[in-house]
């Protein structure tokens, strides 16, 4: 049991700033799926090198952008709920 403590911490460590954070990685490609049939109702596939699609920088960046400023409002709008009106304040009157 003692043995696999520092294995465990290793890989809570290695998850932390996933879950503080929480953001979607942005990826320089995406999968395609194949269309959904009646013998595949899910649309389940293996995923191949045929499957993969490799995106444009400019594309990279854009999304890069779009997820920093998505991310940026959502902070902003969970520091506005959760905040008191005098934490709003001090947090100006530091600034």
Do not use: C, F
């Not at 460590?13 to 942005?26: E, F, T």
């Not at 395609?32 to 444009?56: C, F, V």
């Amino acid at each position: 049991m003692l043995e696999e403590l520092p294995a465990l911490a290793e890989s809570l460590a290695r998850d932390l700033p996933y879950l503080l954070d929480s953001r979607r990685a942005v990826r320089d490609h995406e999968t395609s799926a194949p269309a959904r049939t009646q013998e595949n109702p899910l649309g389940l596939y293996k995923l191949a090198p045929d499957r993969i699609r490799h995106l444009p920088e400019e594309e990279v960046e854009m999304r890069s952008a779009r997820q920093r400023t998505s991310v940026r409002s959502g902070h902003a709008a969970r520091w506005n709920q959760s905040g008191t009106s005098s934490n709003r304040i001090s947090a100006v009157q530091m600034a």
